[in-house]
């Protein structure tokens, strides 16, 4: 005290200047550590120990292996520690007839030649054989030269025996693929045992059409048991099995099963279509357009066919008129741009991918008949039919699916940012403390007409702010559960909304049914969400306007509202008059620390709705906005309800 006493005015202002960069330092730091940590390293070190394939660096030109992925192991079969051990390890298990080949390799490596890729064989630690396809990627210090290789590993051993296993499939078997037709069987649904067969299933399996009489179509399958269960089925099925001829060898078919009754006898057709060649399944395919179009018009999946040439909706089953919302006439007469809100010229180019067979799987935002946009999840892939080349679209609804994966990803980012935020706020609010401590007794020495006694009001002003966004800070750490009371809703709202909304040009309306359920809610909390969700709206209105408030009593049932329970919610919706959020931000704008407003301040920090979105979450509730440029924006939240006590309006 009495230190403070003597100092003079320039050094308790050099004094200030000290703290006051301490605490930009702190904020700056907060920032950056939420930032950097959490969506840096740990975020590529899960990718690299998630990839299925080793990722390697190795040390030019010594050989020393620098790191190995965890999947080495799965790939080679040595541990990443045989590889560290030993420089030019790999050359140690190199398949003898590999060795040289993979020696020249490295010489090139030295002489500036980087292969992208090649495969080779190598022992694994129990002395099985094993194929290798690498892909590499020089590393070059500054003045050019070679210093590191680094790449990925992957084991094709299964492929190449798969290719190996196709390739000798063709050369036993080509003449017969040349003049297949199609393998039919009739066969007893109740035994299982092959009634008839035509001369084509006999030239196919080997037999003679009398042998095969005498067994079952198990026994000429490599998975019976998949064979009795279609057999059985009491619907038309198309399966994908392997069927195994009178030599044993075995051989992928494509079989397609329906029924008839013959003399009260219920018989299978058994139709069985060698899909060795795809190209073969193809024409087979163009030859029984008639079994597609049952397929097509009964899947219950949404079907399109599309002319990729002009984008025009050729067909449409039924699942897809009810989906959509149209009839199969109109949409015949629509553009595939009709339905999706992507140009005609990227969904030109993405039709075109799928026809090259570039990509068959792909994300769109469909539009349906009345407007509303969907997250759909396509299959597309090339077809002929009557002889025109047409994409077949297999649309699956994912927006319920996409809507749960972002609350969860929400929810992992609240959780991220409360253990970071739980332990710096509380350590922040200890040096604002000695901060304001040393601010207060500096103006107890000043006299009110100092000049720097102002200085002191703005500082003492700024520290107050700062110790206002710990406190949002610490909403999100752990602890600080909702304190809940019973509250009428109506009462709440409007005491809540006037209190906030006193002096501004903003009024507010209101529509509650004669009846509402009571809320079991933290009071001072809910308080904090309505603060914010009132200040957002009068941001977005500067000149002024009206905002709505609604609610109602409403009973979810499961999976209706992402991450909410089945039973009884009161809904309340704050609707602006404001200019709206763009598309591209409404997925963020619950995220901490996302804003678009300047930074440096209170307003700009980008708590706000993070912190309703995590006090309504702590609430077993749900927080979720609508926004439209120009049509400004409505946020809805649903919070559990206590349906054995209501109120009416006007209590």
């Not at 003399?263 to 795809?278: G, L, N, P, S």
């Not at 620390?593 to 708590?607: E, R, S, V």
């Not at 946020?635 to 006007?650: E, H, I, Q, R």
Request: net charge negative.
């Amino acid at each position: 005290m009495t230190n403070m006493k003597t100092m003079k005015k320039e050094q308790l202002m050099a004094e200030l200047e000290v703290m006051e960069k301490r605490v930009s330092e702190l904020e700056a730091k907060l920032g950056e550590t939420g930032e950097t940590i959490f969506r840096g390293a740990d975020k590529y070190r899960k990718l690299l120990e998630s990839l299925g394939d080793a990722v390697f660096l190795f040390r030019v030109p010594d050989g020393v292996c620098e790191y190995f992925s965890p999947s080495v192991t799965e790939v080679f079969g040595y541990t990443a520690e045989d590889f560290y051990r030993k420089p030019f390890f790999l050359m140690d298990i190199i398949h003898p007839d590999y060795f040289d080949y993979c020696k020249e390799k490295w010489q090139e490596l030295l002489e500036g030649a980087v292969a992208r890729s090649y495969e080779y064989k190598i022992i694994d630690p129990k002395g099985k054989e094993r194929w290798i396809s690498q892909s590499n990627r020089g590393i070059t210090d500054q003045k050019g030269r070679l210093v590191a290789l680094e790449g990925l590993c992957r084991d094709i051993t299964a492929s190449r025996q798969t290719e190996a296993t196709l390739k000798e499939s063709e050369r036993k078997y080509r003449h017969i693929f040349e003049v297949l037709g199609e393998a039919v069987f009739l066969v007893d649904r109740k035994t299982g045992y092959i009634l008839d067969a035509n001369r084509t299933a006999a030239e196919l399996y080997g037999f003679s059409v009398a042998e095969m009489l005498g067994n079952r179509l198990a026994d000429i399958s490599a998975e019976p048991d998949k064979t009795v269960l279609a057999l059985k089925s009491a619907t038309k099925q198309t399966l994908q099995l392997h069927h195994r001829k009178k030599d044993g060898s075995l051989f992928p078919v494509e079989a397609t099963v329906s029924y008839f009754t013959q003399k009260y006898r219920k018989v299978a057709i058994v139709a069985i279509r060698d899909i060795t060649e795809r190209e073969h399944a193809e024409e087979a395919l163009r030859e029984s357009e008639a079994r597609y179009r049952r397929l097509f018009e009964e899947n219950v999946a949404p079907m399109l066919l599309i002319n990729p040439d002009t984008g025009r909706i050729v067909d449409a089953n039924p699942a897809a008129c009810r989906f959509y919302d149209y009839s199969k006439e109109i949409l015949r007469l629509k553009m595939i741009d009709d339905i999706s809100i992507l140009s005609r010229e990227q969904i030109l180019r993405d039709m075109e991918r799928a026809r090259k067979r570039e990509c068959g799987h792909f994300y769109f935002l469909n539009r349906l008949a009345n407007g509303e946009v969907r997250d759909v999840e396509a299959y597309i892939g090339p077809i002929e039919i009557g002889g025109e080349q047409l994409l077949s679209f297999l649309v699956h609804d994912i927006t319920d699916r996409k809507r749960m994966e972002e609350e969860l990803v929400k929810a992992q980012k609240l959780e991220s940012v409360g253990i970071l935020a739980g332990g710096i706020a509380h350590d922040f609010n200890n040096l604002l403390a000695a901060i304001l401590g040393n601010v207060s007794l500096a103006k107890l020495n000043l006299p009110s007409d100092d000049p720097a006694y102002e200085k002191m009001n703005q500082a003492e002003k700024s520290c107050l702010q700062a110790k206002e966004l710990t406190s949002r800070l610490i909403t999100f750490s752990k602890g600080g559960g909702p304190l809940r009371k019973k509250v009428m809703v109506a009462p709440f709202l409007q005491d809540t909304v006037a209190f906030f909304l006193s002096g501004s040009n903003v009024r507010c309306e209101f529509e509650f049914p004669d009846f509402l359920w009571a809320l079991e809610i933290d009071v001072g909390q809910m308080q904090q969400v309505v603060r914010h969700l009132i200040v957002n709206a009068q941001e977005a209105m500067p000149e002024g306007g009206t905002i709505l408030v609604c609610a109602d009593n409403v009973h979810l049932s499961s999976e209706e509202v992402p991450s909410l329970k089945e039973g009884s919610y009161v809904r309340i919706s704050f609707k602006d008059q404001g200019v709206g959020i763009p598309r591209e931000y409404q997925s963020r704008v619950f995220d901490p620390y996302f804003t678009t407003k300047p930074m440096g301040n209170i307003k700009g920090a980008g708590l706000g709705l993070a912190i309703c979105y995590s006090i309504i979450k702590k609430h077993e509730g749900h927080l979720t906005l609508s926004s439209k440029l120009g049509a400004g924006t409505t946020f809805t939240l649903y919070l559990p309800a206590s349906p054995d006590v209501s109120a009416s309006f006007s209590q």
